[in-house]
């Protein structure tokens, strides 16, 4: 997100990645075929980035983004937002959340509370007075009429800080946030009892293995907290890792790497899938040329399945990269078993927010 964009593997590399993690797979778990192409465009831009996507009680999807200029900073980035109401297959033009002058407004997460009010999570990341260099800091920001007009935004608990995942809300109505300080300075869960009103932080455990970086959570029983993170600790392979909490986020156990790698350092989405509320990973298990879905069988929560990997989709059709993208995100449609993934795809010809619908098996 607000890092060093790191190069890709060289094309032997790459070609020899890709080999050995496709062998890996059995025959049974790669489907016979495998998009290659968006089922629909959410959003047509400049350089849109990092998605996020929710479903309303009512049934109504909502995605949010960034649109800027870049990867990087770009003084002209703003929070956007778009609808849909009929499960994903049409959405509204993108209208603005956001857009302080020459700040980037980036990293847009969103949630639908109890009540109805959408609350969007974001940070800010640009130059300020005083300041040496580059400062962020993540805000928060709600409408109560849908996403048709949106109150003025509030700074968010912790200072120098960067955002991903949407806020949560739990069995108890309390919500927890997600976010990390930058750089590479660690995890936050920072929880309210108010609606997003005042917030308590907390700091997740680190270790010489393990610093903090973007993350999501799932609440897989009351206040049994699971989450899956990316650690910035750049002497490690790039893999998820997995810590859980079981008061609500105000402790966490300390992160321990999965068996999940990414090819390049991206994030995941976790959440329950399905009938059996299956604790699944949305993740980039080849990032720019693969995205994937997985479970797991190991209680520690520490080897998925990667031979039974849901295939979701490829970016192009011979499995090449693409120059930026893979922060997918995921929300049930209401069709059963079926989730719209939403990605940003930035591309020589086009640089867009995408969307594909991908069918979980029923015994999933």
């Not at 068996?259 to 059996?276: D, M, S, V, W």
């Not at 499995?319 to 209401?334: F, L, R």
């Amino acid at each position: 997100m607000v890092k060093s964009f790191h190069l890709l593997l060289t094309p032997f590399a790459a070609a020899f990645t890709l080999l050995v993690h496709f062998n890996s797979l059995t025959e049974a778990a790669q489907p016979k075929s495998v998009k290659s192409s968006p089922d629909v465009v959410v959003h047509d831009g400049t350089y849109p980035g990092w998605p996020w996507v929710t479903t309303g009680a009512d049934g109504t999807m909502y995605c949010v983004f960034r649109e800027g200029t870049e990867h990087g900073f770009s003084s002209t980035g703003k929070a956007m937002f778009t609808k849909s109401t009929d499960r994903g297959r049409t959405w509204t033009p993108a209208t603005v959340i956001v857009d302080e002058p020459e700040i980037d407004d980036r990293n847009v997460a969103i949630v639908e509370l109890p009540g109805g009010d959408l609350f969007v999570t974001y940070n800010t990341y640009g130059y300020r007075p005083g300041a040496k260099g580059l400062v962020s800091q993540v805000m928060t920001i709600r409408s109560k009429d849908g996403g048709a007009t949106w109150e003025a935004p509030k700074v968010g608990p912790v200072p120098n800080s960067q955002s991903k995942s949407a806020a949560v809300v739990l069995s108890d109505g309390s919500l927890v946030w997600p976010f990390y300080i930058a750089p590479k300075n660690g995890a936050i869960c920072a929880i309210s009892k108010d609606g997003g009103e005042t917030w308590d932080s907390v700091k997740v455990p680190e270790s010489p293995d393990f610093t903090g970086d973007e993350w999501d959570l799932v609440e897989v029983a009351p206040l049994h907290l699971v989450a899956i993170m990316r650690n910035a600790n750049r002497s490690k392979p790039a893999a998820l890792c997995v810590s859980q909490s079981r008061d609500g986020g105000k402790t966490w156990d300390l992160p321990q790497t999965t068996n999940l790698t990414t090819r390049i350092f991206a994030p995941g989405q976790i959440f329950q899938q399905g009938p059996k509320q299956t604790l699944t990973v949305l993740y980039p298990d080849l990032r720019m040329i693969s995205i994937s879905a997985v479970k797991t069988h190991d209680p520690k929560l520490l080897n998925w399945d990667q031979d039974q990997l849901l295939k979701c989709y490829f970016y192009n059709q011979d499995q090449s990269a693409i120059p930026d993208g893979s922060y997918t995100v995921s929300a049930p449609t209401g069709n059963p078993n079926e989730r719209l993934i939403v990605d940003y795809e930035i591309r020589k010809d086009s640089k867009r927010i995408t969307g594909y619908f991908v069918t979980f098996p029923e015994n999933w």
